[in-house]
């Protein structure tokens, strides 16, 4: 199929390139936030479970991921990993944005923070039960046969895809932002995790709260602040769908706040010889991880409530 000659947007290349280094952001804040709720022993392990994935997949990214997941070569299920791989003979004709005029470099660097944060979003379903470079080869094969498909089926031209078979026998897919690719993705591979691995050690008999707040605090700030590059970047374009939204992010969360407020007050009962001891629901990473927790942190407020507890003994 012939394609069109490719015109440069100045204004929405620029929008995409700073929706891009937002969407980045949410991977270190991700790591804030997996990382305070865990135990001090475990939060170096927990961070760099999104770190190593952000290091690990945007290299896949770039030689083979792009290319498997928005080639134009392959099948309904994955595209050619050879077609552009190392992004040689990539051009801004076919890049996956060239109709709001943005070039191919900056679609293959939007669609890689997808790819990372979907990753770094499983590990928290597997806090204190794995070995960081166990993470890794994980992390690597994972991105390789299950995220790329899902990202070809879905948004390269599969058969999800709005041309796609599902869509021409039963219903199209929709997925604006990644419902599907990322966080039906994400979850459903951090809950086969949790179920192979089992309860960590010491599960009810020994104490695990986390052990810093405002790790967990800063980490839903990022992710929140990142999200309004996640959200109004999947419309590739600087026009009033990415203002709404943009605006639907902002507005959710901040609705979300005061409900959750209103369910989960912080009540704080102080006496000399005692302090606040914060006791988190079942449904957070810690003390039993749960994958439904995940990148949507930033539309929740911070879950947790205080009670009183004795001061520990050095």
């Known amino acids: 199929m012939a394609m069109s000659e490719f015109a440069l947007d100045s204004g929405n290349t620029a929008w995409m390139l700073t929706a891009s280094a937002l969407v980045l952001l949410m991977t270190p804040g991700l790591a804030f936030f997996y990382g305070g709720m865990v135990r001090a022993k475990s939060v170096l392990n927990m961070m760099m479970m999104s770190f190593g994935a952000l290091g690990l997949v945007g290299v896949?990214?770039?030689?083979?991921?792009?290319?498997?997941?928005?080639?134009?070569?392959?099948?309904?299920?994955i595209g050619n990993p050879?077609?552009?791989?190392?992004?040689?003979?990539?051009?801004?004709?076919?890049?996956?944005?060239?109709?709001?005029?943005?070039?191919?470099?900056?679609?293959?660097?939007?669609?890689?923070?997808?790819?990372?944060?979907?990753?770094?979003?499983i590990s928290g379903a597997i806090a204190d039960r794995t070995k960081f470079s166990s993470w890794l080869?994980?992390?690597?094969?994972?991105?390789?046969?299950?995220?790329?498909?899902?990202?070809?089926?879905?948004?390269?031209?599969?058969?999800?895809s709005p041309t796609g078979w599902v869509a021409t026998h039963i219903s199209a897919v929709i997925d604006f932002a990644g419902g599907t690719v990322v966080h039906i993705n994400a979850g459903a591979a951090g809950l086969a995790l949790a179920l192979v691995l089992g309860i960590r050690k010491g599960f009810k008999k020994e104490p695990m709260r986390p052990h810093n707040l405002p790790f967990v605090m800063l980490g839903a700030a990022l992710l929140w602040f990142?999200?309004?590059?996640?959200?109004?970047?999947?419309e590739f374009a600087a026009d009033g769908v990415a203002g709404r939204a943009w605006l639907n992010t902002m507005v959710a969360t901040c609705m979300a706040m005061p409900g959750s407020a209103r369910r989960r007050s912080v009540t704080v009962t102080r006496r000399r010889w005692a302090r606040p001891r914060v006791s988190w629901p079942v449904w957070s990473p810690s003390p039993r991880p749960h994958p439904r927790w995940t990148a949507s942190a930033p539309s929740r407020s911070a879950p947790w409530r205080a009670s009183c507890a004795p001061w520990p003994s050095a």
């Open 137 to 160: 080869v994980f992390a690597g094969i994972w991105v390789t046969i299950v995220y790329v498909p899902v990202a070809h089926m879905v948004w390269g031209g599969g058969f999800e």
């Open 226 to 234: 990142g999200w309004f590059g996640f959200n109004a970047g999947s």
């Open 60 to 77: 896949i990214w770039v030689l083979w991921g792009y290319s498997a997941a928005f080639g134009t070569e392959g099948n309904g299920f």
């Open 82 to 121: 050879f077609q552009y791989f190392g992004l040689v003979g990539l051009t801004d004709d076919s890049s996956i944005m060239a109709a709001s005029g943005v070039p191919a470099l900056v679609a293959v660097v939007f669609q890689a923070t997808f790819a990372i944060i979907t990753v770094a979003l």
